[in-house]
């Protein structure tokens, strides 16, 4: 994320319609393809992700305090609006979406990507507690008011089930809490606070599109959203039970936030498993948070088997509550090509699955593909121009961009796709062992950047 102070959460998302090399970078040889920008509307964007946590660096300069991330491994030191605004951030990202704007560059901006300044988390746990609420609207509200006038498509929040599952489940995210018999954590319970946590982001997502939609929409012409972030699934051997557990691990990973968002209230099966573990709405929370998106940022990278369990455990957690074991593998084989992350497999399939689960229970609303990309493994010892020579990760691309092209042809209403990411970064737990950029960063030699291969493709891609 980027620099704090008000701007405590910022992260942006580029649209770029060709990509061009300061540096000396290897030319692929794919040149020509029969499927490419032509098999897409003409009002269809593309672009690449980037988060300022992942990439900004300098995170003891220019008037930054710590997030939550700076303490598990920007700002003014209170983390709020009314405490003072840091004039240096304004500066940077004035800037930054100016220099965007005059090459032809659509900014495309989220406003959290899970760094909470570090002050709220001390001052009172942060998402926690709904105190973050008030200060998270305060903090849209200048933001919207700064940065509006040229910002046109806003992100509330990004995948806010890795934030709380990962965080407050399993405890190996920022802030690191999780119950003693799920891991190695100094607090947490990991049996409620994923699920309090969800309540408050979804509270803070709607306070921010509420007050986007009454103070700014109609002067700034803008749109305003949320990302979220699921595998899709596949029932590991044909039986109802797993194809119900299917259904179950969607609910939990997609319609945990995106129900509420569009009915106004969790998905029954959350309700049922989870009892009084999964706040209540009050009436008027619920008609706020229905209807509360203008489009959905949806990222996807993979796929997973699914199995029924019977389980009715003592110590409850998010994974247990699904009723359901999650897996790579089937009778020894991997539901797709494997990459550089033990999660992660490629199963392009799964985005047009995706976009029609979402068409046919969700109302198919407008979705942008806001992050899809392809791990590699960070090689010291590999030259940097054999590096840049990433042809799985064209692979990859090309086969989820044509699966999306099939969703758009049978009624799914996509309108963009951002490929992650527009250069290599710090990928939280993995920190830089692994590489997902388009461009290739020499962490060794003062940060030089190269084009790999995939970037060359994705600007022919675009160009035919």
């Known amino acids: 994320m980027a620099i704090e102070g008000p701007l405590f959460f910022f992260a942006v998302f580029f649209l770029a319609f060709a990509l061009a090399s300061t540096t000396e970078a290897v030319k692929p040889s794919h040149y020509s393809m029969p499927f490419n920008r032509s098999s897409f509307p003409a009002d269809f964007v593309f672009g690449a992700g980037s988060s300022a946590y992942q990439c900004e660096g300098a995170a003891l300069l220019y008037g930054r305090g710590p997030s939550i991330w700076d303490t598990f491994t920007k700002k003014h030191p209170a983390g709020k609006v009314k405490e003072g605004v840091n004039q240096q951030g304004v500066r940077f990202y004035n800037n930054l979406i100016n220099e965007l704007l005059s090459n032809g560059i659509i900014p495309f901006v989220t406003l959290f990507h899970w760094d ?43 995948e806010p089930s890795i934030f709380t599952v990962y965080g407050y489940n399993g405890g190996n995210f920022a802030p690191g809490r999780c119950s003693n018999y799920v891991g190695n954590c100094t607090a947490g319970d990991s049996a409620k606070e ?115 369990t019977n389980s009715n455990p003592v110590n409850h957690s998010y994974f247990t509550d699904i009723q359901a074991t999650i897996t790579t593998h089937k009778d020894g084989v991997s ?91 710090f990928e939280w737990a993995s920190g830089y062992t692994i590489r997902f950029g388009l461009t290739y960063i020499d962490f060794k030699n003062n940060l030089k950047r190269y084009l790999k291969y995939s970037a060359y493709w994705l600007k022919m891609f675009l160009l035919n």
């Open 116 to 158: 909470l300044p570090q002050a709220l988390e001390d001052e009172y746990g942060g998402f926690l507690s709904e105190k973050i609420v008030e200060d998270y609207r305060e903090y849209a509200d200048f933001i919207f008011k700064t940065f509006g006038d040229r910002v046109k498509h806003w992100v509330t929040i990004n």
């Open 194 to 308: 994923p699920y309090i946590v969800g309540h408050h982001l979804l509270f803070a997502h709607a306070a921010a599109v509420k007050l986007y939609r009454e103070k700014y929409e109609v002067s700034q012409k803008g749109r305003i959203g949320i990302t979220l972030v699921t595998r899709w699934f596949e029932p590991k051997y044909n039986t109802d039970a797993n194809r119900k557990a299917v259904s179950r691990a969607l609910e939990f990973n997609l319609g945990w936030f995106l129900h509420p968002i569009t009915y106004g209230d969790y998905p029954p099966t959350m309700r049922s498993l989870l009892g009084s573990r999964l706040p209540k709405f009050t009436k008027a929370q619920s008609i706020t948070l229905k209807g509360s998106i203008d489009f959905l940022g949806m990222n996807y990278y993979t796929a997973n088997y699914v199995q029924h």
């Open 335 to 425: 539901i797709g090509g494997p990459t550089a992350v033990s999660w992660l497999f490629d199963y392009p399939r799964g985005i047009r699955e995706l976009m029609l689960y979402i068409k046919n229970n969700y109302k198919n609303p407008p979705v942008y593909i806001t992050e899809n990309g392809f791990p590699e493994a960070n090689n010291s010892t590999l030259p940097v121009k054999e590096a840049l020579k990433d042809s799985r990760r064209i692979k990859y691309l090309h086969g989820h961009l044509l699966y999306l092209s099939k969703s758009i042809k049978e009624g799914v209403n996509v309108k963009g796709y951002y490929a992650w990411a527009f250069h290599d970064n």
